[in-house]
C-alpha cells in the first residue's frame, strides 16, 4: 500500500530541503530537550530524518530504545533547545464517554493533492477495551483514523429496490427499515470486497446524522426534543452518528432532524493508496466509484450492480483520515497515541485492518516504552494556566488554552532514503 509524498513543509524553499522526503507522518515533542516520538513504520522508507515545526525544519537521529514494541520511533533533535512537550497521563482514569479530541497530521484530501496538514477530530471513548477485549486499546465512538465518505442514496438495495424515506413509528415498521438497512450494508461490503480486498474490512454504517440536538428515551423508544423530566433519556448532541440496531435505538429519529431528512451511508477507508495501472487512487476514491459511477465500457451489469446503479448514490462529504495521531482528554494532556504498525508478523491490532478506524494504543504503553531510555525527561505534569489571565477578572477557555498547548508539541516528520549530509545545527 502506497502512501503520497509530501512535497516542501509551507513555507520552506527548494534550496533548504537537503534530502527528498521518501515518506512522513505525524510526531509530538515528548520533552522540552528535543526528543520526539513517531511511528516506527517510517523505519521502512529510510534512515535520515527531518523535523518540521512552527519555527523550521530540524535534522534528527534516531534514538535506539531497548525492546519490541512495534509503533513508536524515537528521534532526537541535536542542539539546545527548548521546545513544548506533549503532556502525558495515565489511561487509568478515562471513563466511558469521556470527550477526547485527536490531533495529528491528515492525509491530502485527494490523491492529487501531496500538501500533509495538521487537524483535529472531536469524539468519545465508546470502550476502554479494544478488539476483541484487547486491554491495550480504546474504542472511539466514530471512526475519525480512516478516510471518511458520507454518502446520500434514494433507494436501498432490498431486491425490490425501496425507497430511502421515513417509515412508521411501530415496531413492525422499523424492524422492516431495519432489515432493509442490514441488508443494504451486506450487499455494499460484498460490492467493496470485490473491488478492493481492503475495502471488505471498510468500517461501514447506515445512520442519521442529526441536524439539532435530540434526546432518546429508551423506556419509551422515543425521541424528544427537550430531557425528560426524570432525566433518563440519552443525549444526543448535534451532528452525532445515530444507528437504528434494535438494541439501544429502536426508532429512527424524525426525519425534520437529520442531515437531508434522511438516511445516510458512512464509511471510513484505511487512508492509502492503490495503484490501478498508471494511475494511484485512494481506497476511499475507489470505493466512491464504484457507488457512483456507471460501470464502465459496455458490459453487463450484475444485478447487484443495478441495484446499486438504482440506488443513486450521491457524495454530501469527505474527510481525510490521520498518519499518526494522538488522543488528547480535556486538560490537553495525551492518554492515547495511534501509529500504523511496522511489522507485517505483528498481530497488533493495526494490521487488521478493520479495526484502524476507532481502536487508539493507550498512553500507558508509550510511558513504558520512554522509562527503557533514561535520557528522555518526558513530561506527566497537568499544564500550568498562565498566572495572569488564570487570575485575571477576564474569564479564560481553559479547555481551547490546554489544546492550542497540545497542538504546538505536534511536528510533522519526514524520512529520505539518501545518505546523510553533514549537519551544522540549527534549523534549516
Known amino acids: 500500500m502506497n502512501l503520497p509524498s509530501p512535497t516542501l513543509p509551507l513555507g520552506q524553499s527548494p534550496t533548504a530541503l537537503a534530502f527528498a522526503p521518501a515518506d512522513w507522518g505525524t510526531g509530538f515533542f515528548v520533552s522540552k530537550d528535543g526528543f520526539v516520538i513517531a511511528g516506527k513504520h517510517l523505519l521502512q522508507s529510510g534512515n535520515r530524518f527531518q523535523v518540521t515545526t512552527e519555527n523550521g525544519t530540524f535534522p534528527a537521529q534516531v534514538v535506539y530504545v531497548p525492546g519490541d514494541m512495534d509503533q513508536y520511533l524515537l528521534l532526537k533533535i541535536q542542539g539546545d533547545y527548548d521546545f513544548p512537550a506533549l503532556s502525558l497521563h495515565s489511561s487509568h482514569g478515562t471513563r466511558l464517554n469521556d470527550p477526547v479530541n485527536v490531533l495529528g497530521y491528515q492525509l491530502p484530501e485527494t490523491s492529487e493533492q501531496s500538501q500533509p496538514r495538521p487537524a483535529k477530530a472531536d469524539t468519545a471513548i465508546h470502550g476502554i477495551l479494544g478488539a476483541q477485549a484487547d486491554p491495550r486499546f480504546f474504542t472511539l465512538r466514530t471512526p475519525v483514523l480512516g478516510d471518511r ?7 436501498y438495495l432490498d431486491d425490490a429496490s425501496s425507497l430511502n424515506q421515513s417509515f412508521a413509528n411501530t415496531p413492525e415498521a ?43 428515551d429508551g423506556v419509551h423508544h422515543q425521541w424528544l426534543k427537550q430531557p425528560d423530566a426524570q432525566q ?19 426508532v429512527a429519529p424524525p426525519e425534520g432532524s437529520v442531515e437531508t431528512n434522511q438516511a445516510l451511508v458512512r464509511l471510513s477507508a484505511v487512508p492509502g493508496m492503490w495503484q490501478r495501472g498508471k494511475t494511484l487512487s485512494r481506497l476511499y476514491e475507489v470505493a466512491e466509484e464504484l457507488l457512483t459511477k ?50 507485517r508478523r505483528s498481530p497488533d491490532v493495526f494490521k487488521n485492518f478493520n479495526s484502524y478506524h476507532r481502536y487508539m494504543l493507550k498512553s500507558d504503553h508509550l510511558l513504558s516504552f520512554l522509562k527503557r531510555s533514561a535520557k528522555v525527561a518526558y513530561q506527566t505534569e497537568p499544564i500550568e494556566l498562565p498566572k495572569l489571565a488564570a487570575a485575571g477578572p477576564v474569564p479564560m ?32
Open 397 to 428: 477557555d481553559r479547555e481551547a488554552y490546554w489544546l492550542a498547548k497540545a497542538q504546538a508539541s505536534m511536528v510533522l516528520v519526514q524520512v529520505s532514503a539518501g545518505q546523510p549530509v553533514a549537519a551544522k545545527g540549527g534549523p534549516q
Open 294 to 343: 456507471p460501470v464502465p465500457g459496455k458490459q453487463a451489469r450484475t444485478q447487484l450492480e443495478s441495484i446499486i446503479q438504482d440506488a443513486k448514490f450521491s457524495v454530501l462529504k469527505r474527510t481525510a483520515g490521520f498518519r499518526g495521531a494522538a488522543l488528547l482528554n480535556r486538560q490537553g494532556q495525551a492518554i492515547g497515541l495511534f501509529f500504523p504498525g511496522s511489522h
Open 232 to 250: 433518563r433519556a440519552r443525549h444526543y448532541p448535534a451532528q452525532s452518528w445515530v444507528a437504528l440496531d434494535l438494541r439501544h435505538i429502536h
Open 149 to 155: 465518505i458520507l454518502m446520500q442514496f434514494e433507494r
Open 174 to 216: 422499523q424492524e422492516r427499515l431495519f432489515r432493509l438497512q442490514t441488508t443494504s450494508i451486506e450487499r455494499l461490503r460484498g460490492a467493496l470486497r470485490a473491488s478492493h480486498v481492503l475495502l471488505g474490512a471498510a468500517d461501514l454504517s447506515i445512520g442519521y446524522q442529526l441536524k439539532e440536538a435530540l434526546w432518546y
